[in-house]
C-alpha cells in the first residue's frame, strides 16, 4: 500500500524533523482519530517565523500528538520543550522518540507528559515563551485551553494555533495576529502576547 493510500486508510506513518539538529529524523505517526501532523508546509513556515525567537526558548506542545511541532522546536535550538499527549498510543511513540533522539544530546531537552491538556495547564504553571495548541478538531478546545495558558506565559511569548478555517479559536482579545496562512483543511496562526 502506498503512503498515500495508507494515509487515507487511517494506517500509521510518519513524519520526518525539518531542519537543526536532528533534520531528517523520523517520528511515529499512530493511527489515532483526530490525529493530524501540521503538514510539512506549514511546519517550515512557522518554523522561518519562529527562528529569530528559538534558541534558549522554553516551548509547550500542548496537544503534541506525533510531537512533529515540539521536536521541531528542540532540534531548531529551543533549550526546554514540554510535550503534553493524553493518547495512550500517541504518548508512547512521543517517549520512544524523546528516548531515542534526546541520547545523541545535540537538541534541547525533551519532558513528556502523560496528561490531558487542561489538566496539565491547571498543575502546571510554566512560563513558556512558544506554545503549540493544536487540538483534535472535532473537540472544540482552543477557547478553553488558550484561556488557561494565557496567564502561562511570558510577555512577548509565541502562541501558534491551528484551527478549521471556518472555526474561530477565540484568541484572547490581548494577543495580536503575527503571521498566517491557510490550507484547505486549516487556519495556521501565530499570535504574539503583549510585551507589558
Known sequence: MNAK????AGAPGQVRIIGGAWRGSKLPVPALPGLR??????????F???Q???????VLDLF???GALGFEAASRGAA??????????ALAGLRESAARLGRDGSGGALVVHGAEALAFLAAEPGPWDIAFV??????GLWPAALAALSPRLVPGAFVYVEAPVAVA??????WRLHRELATREARAALYRVPTA
Not at 479559536?169 to 490581548?174: E, M, R, T, W
Request: cysteine-free; hydrophobic content about 50%.
Open 5 to 8: 493510500r495508507a494515509a487515507m
Open 37 to 46: 501532523p501540521t503538514a510539512d508546509r506549514v511546519r517550515e513556515t512557522l
Open 48 to 50: 522561518n517565523w519562529l
Open 52 to 58: 529569530p525567537a528559538l534558541p534558549g526558548a522554553r
Open 64 to 66: 503534541a500528538g506525533s
Open 80 to 89: 526546554r520543550v514540554d510535550l503534553v499527549e493524553a493518547a495512550p498510543a
Open 134 to 139: 493544536d487540538p483534535p478538531f472535532a473537540a
Open 169 to 174: 479559536p477565540g484568541v484572547p482579545a490581548a
